[in-house]
């Protein structure tokens, strides 16, 4: 696709991007994915604070890029700057050595390989090695053997096992192609800085998916909340609820994709010059609710997609 970037989404603190009230033991669960169950974040919510950030940077073109309603005897137009909903890329998760680790699944690669291939980079020099995905070990009740989990050097691993909250697995940490994902992330949520690059590769980790999906339906942060009297300075009856956020240093990624302008009226913009101004320098936003308590501070990374050759 032309005048297509990816953009990426680094959690800087837990974001709630809820769904209203649920059904199970959690009150306010967050936003999933319909089909694999993880978290997601919808380009709507994306979209939305993007749009507030560029109002408060007082940026021209903002009804091309973002859609004008109909007032004051101006017809209304669609925005051209189009993003998906962010998927998941990586999920932290606390880890016995190492503190935490950035954790995928063999399945999350292949399915950031096809967003990547959509945008019309898969020829491109810097993913041409991410065509294949390491396919870790699943774990065997029969044999009590652990699963397996691809890292990079010995910064989680204890006894050549890694240990992720309750769960154990085989180190295997000489895997060409997890090297190569891991830079690949690396290098384009961290752009320029080789310091948080280093302690991503570090902590990067590919599990089965079973495994993955496991720690996405319980490795997300439940917080308890109450609301207390302003005269008893104890909890009013019925204010206390659980809400469910994504951790902080989670790591998203979707498409952003830039359609014919529309409603230019003679004016010269162009879907070129809307991603250059929108759509490419770091942002950090707010996304999601609770942000008087700080939650949904996230950073918003750009990469253009790169269709030459080598």
Not at 195 to 219: H, I, N, Y
Not at 238 to 265: K, Q, Y
């Amino acid at each position: 696709m032309s005048n297509t970037r990816i953009y990426w989404l680094h959690a800087l603190s837990p974001t709630h991007a809820g769904i209203g009230r649920g059904v199970g033991y959690i009150d306010l669960p967050i936003d999933r994915d319909g089909v694999t169950g993880w978290p997601i974040i919808r380009s709507s919510a994306f979209k939305g604070v993007w749009r507030d950030w560029a109002v408060q940077q007082d940026l021209s073109n903002i009804e091309f890029a973002f859609g004008r309603p109909d007032k004051d005897g101006e017809v209304a137009n669609s925005g051209s700057l189009i993003p998906t909903d962010a998927k998941l890329v990586c999920l932290p998760v606390r880890s016995f050595r190492g503190t935490f680790a950035w954790c995928t699944s063999s399945l999350c690669l292949q399915m950031l390989r096809r967003t990547l291939v959509l945008t019309g980079a898969a020829n491109a020099h810097e993913i041409e090695l991410l065509k294949d995905v390491p396919t870790p070990k699943e774990p065997d009740d029969k044999t009590d053997q652990p699963g397996e989990a691809y890292c990079l050097g010995e910064t989680l691993v204890e006894t050549g096992r890694v240990y992720l909250e309750d769960l154990d697995f085989k180190a295997i940490t000489s895997d060409k192609l997890t090297g190569e994902w891991g830079k690949f992330i690396a290098r384009s949520v961290f752009p320029g800085d080789e310091a948080w690059q280093e302690q991503f590769q570090k902590r990067f980790v590919v599990l089965p998916d079973s495994a993955f999906d496991f720690l996405c339906d319980t490795g997300t942060e439940v917080h308890t909340r109450v609301r207390i009297s302003d005269e008893t300075k104890t909890v009013e009856a019925g204010a206390l609820w659980t809400e469910e956020s994504l951790p902080a240093e989670t790591i998203l990624a979707g498409i952003l994709r830039c359609d014919r302008v529309f409603g230019r009226n003679g004016e010269e913009v162009t879907p070129t010059g809307l991603l250059n101004q929108f759509a490419n320098d770091s942002l950090t936003l707010q996304i999601g609710g609770k942000a008087t308590i700080g939650r949904g501070q996230m950073r918003c990374v750009f990469t253009q997609v790169n269709r030459g050759g080598k």
